[in-house]
């Protein structure tokens, strides 16, 4: 059974820094990228960064470039978002999902999804 399961959200400050982690389990089908998206009510779903899973390479919207990270630790199947320099406008529900398709910060590409983990920034 495929699982990704996210934690490490919560309330931080404006300036302040969160990880968010990702653990995967129950894959038997190869994927192409693991990606971090967000969403807040009655907009679309954002793509924030994404890994590829095959040479590492790292992608990030614009929005969050020079002060989010995106990693992965394969022997613990987990990847990780480190966001820095928080913003109000990165308050979202956070996920982690999975793609057989390709590489791609276009949420329409993946097809595994973890439940979500809120973010919110506020003083």
């Known amino acids: 059974q495929v699982q990704l399961v996210e934690s490490g959200g919560g309330l931080v400050q404006p300036g302040g820094s969160l990880r968010l982690s990702c653990a995967l389990s129950?894959?038997?089908?190869?994927?192409?990228?693991i990606g971090w998206f967000r969403q807040v009510p009655g907009k679309e779903r954002e793509g924030v960064s994404c890994i590829s899973t095959s040479v590492g390479s790292t992608y990030y919207a614009d929005s969050v470039k020079g002060r989010f990270t995106i990693s992965r630790d394969k022997a613990k199947n987990t990847v990780y978002l480190q966001m820095n320099s928080l913003k109000p406008d990165d308050t979202a529900v956070y996920y982690c999902a999975t793609s057989t398709y390709g590489v791609g910060l276009d949420h329409r590409g993946y097809d595994y999804w973890g439940q979500g983990t809120q973010v919110t920034v506020s003083s």
């Open positions: 129950g894959f038997t089908l190869d994927y192409y990228a």
